[in-house]
Every structure is written in structure tokens, then in C-alpha cells.
């Protein structure tokens, strides 16, 4: 498959009025690509789009305010993104949610939100655009899962189901879809400086005592620069990498969970105590 070619194209990125969504539609601009911004944080989101249009007014940008949380309403979006835009190069499912607490501690509508938007909600507009997709051969999905889609520490039990079955999800559509002319990448982030540590909920169940400092110690994770993680997504998607990790904070844990696939967390902690802690209070 050659290499993706962004100028000329459409791409429609989720989660774009903050950290990687954000600088992703900055670096697609640059490239190019129109573009299709949504989010559910329309101040942010806008504040987005007029900076697009004052550093590159010739590319044409269109923002769509939706909470993917509501899956029940994402056929209506999908059919309104079709009509509007006829022709869809790259899709990019990248928001997504953060919810601490062990497994006895977050409730099923708790367990579900984090699965309805990191999971259902990109099956489902991938289902949606897919067509769209295909009738342009070299077109492309970018899937962003996480560290947490690769190991799986306790207290964050919904968080990894979440991006292990997008993981999973993408792997066998990257398999299906390149042999029609679309490619697929997966993306797992390490520690990135994003807003998902203001955002994150606490299930409903975490004793109040643990809850600054579950959020305290997942902000402490996060440091590699969001400008820096969007560039090396484009560049995996423009070289039609199938996979992409980002920060040592990824790579390492990555290396160990296939060298030790059920004791990973055990070696973890044995060589940063700390991370291992900060990693399972998140």
C-alpha cells in the first residue's frame, strides 16, 4: 500500500478540542486535509477551529458538537457527516474517558460509559463511515487505544476492557480492510499531557479518601507532549504503520508484557516500584 497522501483528503478526528485530537488537527491542517472536528466541549472546540482558520484558510474545517457517549444517537450523526461530506479519507477515533476504581467498585452504568465511548462509539462510526472509506482506495482508520489497551494494572478494569477490545477490533479490521485498499493503525499512547486526568470520573464505589489521590497520581503520568505523540501518529499513518507506540512509558511495559505475558505487573514493580503504583491508582 503506498504511502497516505493527506492533502486533498477529509479527515474527521473525535476528541479534538484538546490534547492529541487537538494537535492532530493542527498537523493534518499543515498537511492539508480538510477537516471534520467533533467534540462534546463546543467552547474548546471552536476556540480549535478559529485557530485553523487563521493559520491556514484555505482548508476547509467543519465541527460537529456530539457526546459519544450517547451511542443510541450516532446513526443520526453518521448519516448528517455522510451528507455533508461526500468524501472521507481518515477517520480518526481518538476520544476517550478515564474511570479509576476496582471492578467491585464501579457500578455497570459507570462500567458501560467508559465502554460506550472508547469502544462502541468508534465501532460504530467506523461502521458508519466504512463505506465512505472504501469508495476511496488508500483511505485510512486511526484507532487510539492506550498503554492500558497493552497491560492491564488493577483499578483500571473498564478502562483496559475498553481499549484492549479496541485493540482487538483493530488488528482484525486492519487484516480485512488492507486487502480492499484501507489501511489501519492502532495507537497506544503512553503518559501523555492531556486533559483525561481533569476529566477522569472515580467509580462510584472508591472510598472519598482515595480519590485526589487516584487523580493525583494518574496526572503524575502523564508528560510526554501531546504536539509530539500527534506527530508521530501522522507519520505511522502516512508510512501505514499498523501500529504505533508512543513514549518509553509504552515501549517498556510492551517489552515485558510479551516477554512476561501473566507476571509483566509483578516485573514492573519490581523495576519502578513507583510507576507500577501511579499506573494502578489512575
Known amino acids: 500500500m503506498r504511502n497516505y497522501r493527506f492533502s486533498g483528503g477529509t479527515a474527521v478526528v473525535t476528541g479534538a478540542a484538546s490534547g492529541i485530537g487537538e494537535q492532530l488537527a493542527y498537523g493534518l491542517a499543515a498537511r492539508g486535509s480538510d477537516l471534520v472536528l467533533l467534540d462534546r466541549d463546543a467552547d474548546r472546540l471552536k476556540s480549535v477551529v478559529d485557530t485553523i482558520a487563521r493559520?491556514?484558510?484555505?482548508?476547509?474545517?467543519?465541527?460537529?458538537?456530539?457526546?459519544?457517549?450517547?451511542?443510541?444517537?450516532?446513526?443520526?450523526?453518521?448519516a448528517d457527516l455522510l451528507a455533508a461530506h461526500p468524501r472521507v479519507t481518515l477517520l480518526v477515533n481518538n476520544a476517550g474517558v478515564a474511570l479509576g476504581g476496582t471492578f467491585d467498585q464501579v457500578s455497570a452504568e459507570e462500567f458501560d460509559w467508559v465502554l460506550d465511548v472508547n469502544f462502541r462509539a468508534p465501532v460504530a462510526l467506523t461502521r458508519l463511515l466504512l463505506p465512505r472509506l472504501l469508495a476511496s482506495p488508500g483511505s485510512h482508520v486511526v484507532n487510539v487505544s492506550s498503554l492500558f489497551g497493552l497491560i492491564a494494572p488493577p483499578g483500571q478494569a473498564a478502562y483496559s476492557a475498553s481499549k484492549f477490545a479496541l485493540r482487538g477490533f483493530s488488528e482484525a479490521l486492519r487484516h480485512e480492510l488492507a486487502p480492499r485498499g484501507v489501511g489501519v493503525?492502532?495507537?497506544h499512547p503512553g503518559g501523555i499531557r492531556t486533559r483525561?486526568?481533569?476529566?477522569?470520573?472515580?467509580?462510584s464505589g472508591v472510598p472519598a479518601d482515595q480519590v485526589s489521590q487516584g487523580k493525583d497520581g494518574?496526572?503524575?503520568?502523564?508528560?510526554?507532549?501531546?504536539?509530539?505523540?500527534?506527530?508521530?501518529i501522522l507519520a505511522g499513518v502516512e508510512k501505514r504503520r499498523g501500529r504505533v507506540l508512543i513514549a518509553f512509558s509504552a515501549v517498556a511495559p510492551d517489552l515485558l508484557a510479551r516477554l512476561f505475558p501473566t507476571r509483566y505487573l509483578a516485573v514492573l514493580n519490581f523495576l519502578s516500584p513507583s510507576a507500577a503504583r501511579k499506573a494502578s491508582s489512575g
Open 196 to 203: 483525561i486526568a481533569e476529566s477522569a470520573r472515580v467509580g
Open 218 to 232: 494518574f496526572a503524575k503520568l502523564l508528560t510526554y507532549p501531546a504536539d509530539k505523540a500527534a506527530e508521530q
Open 55 to 78: 493559520r491556514h484558510p484555505g482548508v476547509a474545517v467543519d465541527s460537529v458538537v456530539a457526546d459519544l457517549s450517547d451511542v443510541s444517537a450516532l446513526p443520526a450523526l453518521g
Open 185 to 187: 493503525t492502532t495507537v
